[in-house]
C-alpha cells in the first residue's frame, strides 16, 4: 500500500478508525486455521457509508480489502492472503430491531449469534442456526460462509433464514436486496448469492433475518456403541424412521477420547461411537419420539442408551459435543481439518473410507459430526517434526476427497472453501459453472480487491 | 426466423421435434395469462444433448427462445413475446429416480408435480411444495418461478427443495450445480440462482430435489367469519400461537361465493372470509393443535368453526381453496391477477388497503391466498366493454402495488415477474441491485436469445 492508498483509506475510515500498528496488525493476522497473514492496516467498520468510503477508496487505490468478523473460520476466509485491509466488522454490533408480528429481526454483522439466539428467545422466539462455534462467532460470518451447525437437519443451515441484506460493493455503492417477506420472487436472488460468497462479492453491513416461533420443549438422547457399525445402523433407523430430530449427531472414539482428557465430562470409557440425538415441538411428540429414538438407537446395538433427564445434562452433553473441535487441537502438534459432506445413505461408507485411510497412511483421524446431514468434521492429526508425517496428512486429504467426490459428496458441508480447499474445488465444480462463477465475480467486484484468493480458484484479477 | 435458421434449427432439434404449422404455433400461443404470442415454430425437447443443440443453434441464429412447462404460470413467463421458439419441455418427464435413503428424487423438468408427490408418497416421502395448481404445473415451471403454495408457511417455497441442478446455457454448453448433498457451501449457490430466475438463464433440464419423511397424521380446521377483522384476528392469534402449521389461507366474501357458485360445495352463505388452517405431524401433536387452532379462531370470532371429521372432508375444503382462482375467472369478462406479499405483521392492513382500493375505482376485487406468510392473491375483476373499467382497473394495481411497497412488501410473492409485472419492477427492486442481475443475465446469456423481455426490465440484449 502506497502512501497515496494510506492516507486515502485514513480520510474514508475515519483515522481513529485505522490501525498500521505493528500490534494491530498482529492482532488481525490469523484465524482459526492457525496461518497468519498480517495485513497492512485495520480498519474498525464504524456504518455502512463508512464501509462505502473504505471500499470505494480500495478499489481506486487497487488495495485489497478482507471483511472480517470473529475470525472463528475454519478455511481462512479472514485472512490477508494477499495483504492490504482487513475490515473488522465486530463494531457494528447493534441488534437493530426484533420484530414478533413479522417474525423478523433486523441485525449488524457484527452480532454475536449466540446474542441473537437469547435476544429472540425473549420475545419466545427462535433463530435456528447453531454453529458450534456460536458463542463467539458473528452472524456476518455466518452469512458468509453459509454456516451450518447442529440443528441443520430439521432447520437447515443459514440461508434459509436469510430475508434480505443491505450490502456495499467494492466500488462503495449500497444496495440492498429482499426485505422482510416471508415469500418474494421479484428478481434474481441476489440475497442467497452473498450468502456463502466468503465475502468476496460485497460486504454485507445489514441483515433480515427469518424468526420460529420457540418450540415448546427438548429432549436429548444419547447411546454409546461398542461398534462403529452399530452407530451407523443407528442413525440410518432414526432417521429413516419418520422422526425429524433438530440434531443427530456423531462422534467416534478418538473424539470422544479427546473430549473427556479436554473437558472432563465423565463420558463411558472404551467406546466406538457415540450418538447424539435431540428432539423438539410439543411436549407429548418430544416424549414419544425420545422414547423411539431410544428403542432404535438399543436395537442398533447402543449401551448405555440415556436419555438426559432434564436440560443441565442435556447441556452437558451437548457442551462434550462442542468441545469436539476445540479438545482436538491438545491431540496433536498439528491437524488438517476438513468438513466433508455426502449423499445421506453413503454416510456409513464414508467413515468406513476415512478409517481405512487413517490406518494407510499411520495417522489418527478422528471424525465427529452431523450425522443427520451427511456431514462429517474429519480431523487428521499429525506430528510435522516427524519424517514425512505432514506428506501423509495431505495424501489422507486428497485420498479422503477423492473418496467423497466419487460417493458424489461435497468437499466442504459448511465451512467454505477460503483458501483452504481452494486446491481443491476444481475437482468437485462443474468447469463451466466454475467459469459462471467467475462472470458473477467480474459482475460485482472487477477490480478484483475483495476478498481475492478465496473461494474460487483460478485466474485472479489480481489486486 | 430466417431460412438459414429454421434449417439449422431442424438440424439440431431433429425434423420430427420442430413444428412450424399454424396450429402447433396456435397451441403454444398463450399461457394462463389469456394473452397470445404464437411463437415462430415450436420444438419438443427430448434430452439434454439435443436441448444443447437447439439452444446453440438459437444463439448462433439469435432467436429468442422461450422454455415451456405446462403454460400454467399467471406472469407470461411461457410467452414468445419476441418471436422465435417456444421450447417444450413437457416430454421430458420422467422420474429419474427416488433415493429414499438419501432423501432425494431425480427428476426431469415435465413431470407434474403431484406426479412427483405422489410416487414419493408411495415410497413413504414427501415433496412439500404445493401450488394450487399442482395437478398439471410441471417441476421445470415450479423451479424457474421458484413456485410457493399451500404448504410454505411451513415447509418453504421449491427453492427450498432444490439441491442440484442440470441445464443448459444458451451457447450449448451443459453444466451441473450443487449435487445430492443436504448441505453444500463450495462455489456460489449458482442452484438457487436458477431457481426463480424465470427461464432467463439456463434451461434446466434435471434437478435433484429433497424430500422429507411423510408426516404421519393431518387436520384441517375451517372457520368462517361475519367480519373481515375477525379473520385477520384469527390468522394472528394462529401464527403467534407456537402452532406452525402447513398452511394458514385466506378467502373473503367474494371469493367464497365465486367457489360456490364455481363448485357448489355447500359453503355458509353470506360469510365474509373464512380461514382454512392445516396441521400436520404426529397423530397426538395434530390432535392437540386443531383443537388449540378451532379455539384461536372462535376466539376471533370465527362462527362455525369446524374441524374436518376426515380426510374426505378436509379434501373438499382444500378443493374450495384450490378452486378459487379458477372459480375467479368466472365472474367477470376479464381480471387482473396479482400476489403481492407483506411482512406478516401487516397483512390485516393490506387487506383493508385493497378494499378500499376497490371502492375507490369502483371495482370488484376478491381476496384469497397464503394468509400464513403474507402472500396474498388479488384478483381485479373487471369488464372492458364498460368505459374507463380497464383504466380504473390497471389504476387498482398502481394503487395497491404502492401500498404493498409502503409497507415493506413485494410485488410478488410466487407468480415471478414474467411479463405482467415488469413495469413495476423497477419500483421495487434496488437500483444498484437491478443492475447487477443485468451483469448477471450478461454472463449466463451474452447474445440475450432466452426467454427475452421478462424478469428483468430495461436494456435486453435485443435477439
Known amino acids: 500500500m502506497d502512501k497515496a492508498a494510506r492516507e486515502a483509506l485514513a480520510r474514508a475510515a475515519g483515522p481513529a478508525n485505522l490501525d498500521a500498528s505493528k500490534a494491530g496488525r498482529e492482532a488481525y493476522s490469523y484465524d482459526a486455521t492457525g496461518h497468519r497473514h498480517p495485513p497492512e492496516a485495520v480498519v474498525r467498520a464504524v456504518d455502512t457509508e463508512q464501509v462505502a468510503r473504505v471500499l470505494a477508496a ?27 485491509v482487513v475490515l473488522d466488522m465486530a463494531g457494528l454490533s447493534r441488534i437493530v430491531e426484533i420484530r414478533p408480528a413479522d417474525q423478523v429481526a433486523v441485525v449488524e454483522p457484527g452480532v454475536v449469534t449466540a446474542d441473537l439466539q437469547a435476544a429472540a428467545e425473549v420475545r419466545g422466539m427462535f433463530y435456528p442456526p447453531d454453529p458450534a462455534s456460536v458463542g463467539f462467532c458473528t452472524v456476518g460470518g455466518n452469512l458468509a460462509e453459509n454456516a451450518g451447525g447442529l440443528r441443520a437437519v430439521k432447520y437447515g443451515v443459514t440461508r434459509d433464514y436469510v430475508l434480505g441484506i443491505t450490502a456495499v460493493l467494492p466500488d462503495g455503492r449500497v444496495f440492498t436486496t429482499g426485505g422482510a417477506n416471508l415469500k418474494s420472487v421479484v428478481g434474481y436472488d441476489l440475497t442467497r448469492l452473498l450468502v456463502g460468497s466468503e465475502g468476496t462479492l460485497a460486504v454485507i453491513t445489514r441483515a433480515v433475518l427469518r424468526l420460529l416461533p420457540l418450540p415448546e420443549a427438548k429432549a436429548t438422547v444419547s447411546a454409546f456403541f461398542g461398534r462403529l457399525d452399530g452407530a451407523a445402523d443407528g442413525v440410518r433407523a432414526v432417521m429413516a424412521s419418520g422422526i425429524r430430530p433438530v440434531a443427530c449427531e456423531f462422534m467416534d472414539g478418538p473424539s470422544l477420547r479427546a473430549v473427556e482428557s479436554y473437558a ?97 497412511r499411520g495417522l489418527d483421524i478422528p471424525v465427529f ?29 486428497s485420498d479422503i476427497f477423492a473418496g467423497v467426490l466419487k460417493m458424489g459428496g461435497t468437499l466442504s458441508g459448511e465451512h467454505g472453501v477460503g483458501t483452504a480447499k481452494l486446491g481443491y474445488v476444481g475437482a468437485e465444480l462443474d468447469p463451466v459453472a466454475l467459469g459462471l462463477m467467475r462472470g458473477i465475480k467480474q459482475v460485482f467486484d472487477p477490480a478484483g480487491i475483495l476478498n481475492p484468493h478465496k473461494s474460487l480458484p483460478g485466474p485472479e484479477v489480481a489486486a
Open 58 to 84: 480500495c478499489t481506486a487505490h487497487r488495495v485489497p480489502l478482507v471483511p472480517r468478523g470473529a475470525g472463528s473460520g475454519l478455511t481462512g476466509g479472514a485472512l490477508a492472503v494477499a495483504g492490504g
Open 369 to 397: 459430526g452431523h450425522a443427520g446431514d451427511g456431514n462429517l468434521h474429519v480431523n487428521i492429526l499429525f506430528d510435522p517434526a516427524r519424517e514425512g508425517a505432514e506428506h501423509q496428512a495431505h495424501q489422507a486429504v
Open 264 to 360: 472432563g465430562l465423565g463420558l463411558p470409557e472404551g467406546a466406538a461411537a457415540m450418538i447424539l440425538v435431540e428432539m423438539d415441538g410439543p411436549p407429548e411428540v418430544v416424549e414419544r419420539q425420545a422414547g423411539q429414538a431410544a428403542r432404535l438407537l438399543a436395537e442398533a446395538g447402543g449401551e448405555p442408551v440415556h436419555r438426559a433427564a432434564d436440560r443441565a445434562e442435556a447441556e452437558r452433553l451437548w457442551k462434550a459435543r462442542r468441545a469436539a473441535g476445540p479438545a482436538l487441537f491438545g491431540m496433536a502438534p498439528a491437524k488438517l481439518n476438513e468438513d466433508v459432506a455426502v449423499p445421506l445413505g453413503s454416510l456409513a461408507a464414508m467413515v468406513e473410507r476415512i478409517h481405512q485411510v487413517a490406518e494407510r
